[in-house]
């Protein structure tokens, strides 16, 4: 499979992949407020009045990119349950940017990403809420996609990487026959987070986890979300850097590197 790292984290977002000698990752939020790519700031909110305005700029960025690889709407299951409202919109727009996608670049990869642990019904941890049954159905309301995306920080939600099922990806294949990726990945290192602390044995754990599952799935894409730990704010996400503070690399670095093999 292809590994990345990526530099970023954000709720419902356009992610864009182009593929040269690595990948080059740029995003464009729908509906949250966070802004970094190329697409210029910030459009809010997605309503009739700037829906052209989305259009238009996915157009002309895609014309002039054409990347592997494109995401429309990251973690969107979140978002059906926060706004059902825009989540309906989300996908009445993802059916226009799908045209427009075929149109100007027929050889991209379409698809949107789900959050696993939400999909699950995993919510509590630090999601801080009631666990639930899992929401599978909504993965079907995407149609046309060329693959499917998930972000995945077991952390939140399991203590030790060890805990995971043994099913925990390899199901995802039991619910789709789409090609799968994973564009966010991660777990703490930090062992003084109030809640779910981790350590660097458990981040290496998890990895081995993960590259087991994965291989049985097929994953053909793999994004860690953190390299640095500058790159790292939110209490949650803190220490799931693999380089750490002083510039040396965690056991996981290397561990995250021989995946590729």
């Known amino acids: 499979?292809?590994?990345?790292?990526?530099?970023?984290?954000?709720?419902?977002?356009?992610?864009?992949?182009?593929?040269?000698t690595a990948y080059e990752i740029y995003q464009c939020d729908w509906s949250s407020d966070v802004c970094s790519s190329d697409l210029g700031d910030l459009i809010r909110p997605l309503d009739e009045a700037t829906r052209e305005r989305y259009v238009s700029s996915l157009r002309t960025f895609v014309a002039?990119?054409?990347?592997?690889?494109?995401?429309?709407?990251?973690?969107?299951?979140?978002?059906a349950t926060d706004d059902p409202d825009g989540f309906e919109a989300t996908v009445s727009l993802w059916d226009e940017a799908l045209v427009v996608v075929r149109d100007e670049s027929p050889e991209t990869v379409v698809f949107v990403t789900f959050q696993l642990e939400w999909l699950l019904g995993l919510r509590g941890g630090w999601f801080?809420?009631?666990?639930?049954?899992?929401?599978?159905?909504?993965?079907?309301?995407?149609?046309?996609?060329?693959?499917?995306?998930?972000?995945?920080?077991p952390s939140l939600v399991f203590d030790d990487p060890l805990d995971l099922p043994l099913d925990y990806c390899t199901q995802i294949?039991?619910?789709?026959?789409?090609?799968?990726?994973?564009?966010?990945?991660?777990?703490?290192?930090f062992d003084d987070l109030p809640l779910l602390p981790g350590s660097e044995r458990e981040q290496v754990e998890f990895i081995?986890?993960?590259?087991?599952?994965?291989?049985?799935?097929?994953?053909?894409?793999?994004?860690?979300?953190?390299?640095?730990?500058?790159l790292v704010s939110e209490q949650p996400f803190?220490?799931?850097d693999l380089v750490r503070?002083?510039?040396t690399p965690r056991p996981s670095w290397q561990r995250w590197l021989d995946m590729r093999r």
């Open 245 to 247: 503070p002083d510039g």
């Open 1 to 20: 499979c292809s590994l990345c790292c990526s530099r970023y984290s954000a709720l419902f977002s356009f992610f864009f992949f182009k593929q040269k």
């Open 64 to 79: 002039e990119q054409r990347p592997a690889f494109l995401g429309l709407a990251n973690e969107v299951n979140m978002l």
């Open 173 to 189: 294949g039991e619910r789709t026959d789409l090609p799968v990726i994973f564009t966010e990945i991660g777990w703490t290192t």
């Open 238 to 240: 803190r220490g799931m």
């Open 128 to 153: 801080g809420r009631q666990v639930v049954e899992p929401e599978w159905e909504i993965i079907d309301r995407f149609k046309g996609a060329d693959a499917i995306g998930f972000t995945t920080y």
């Open 208 to 230: 081995d986890v993960l590259a087991g599952q994965t291989e049985t799935l097929g994953v053909g894409l793999l994004v860690w979300s953190f390299v640095r730990a500058d």
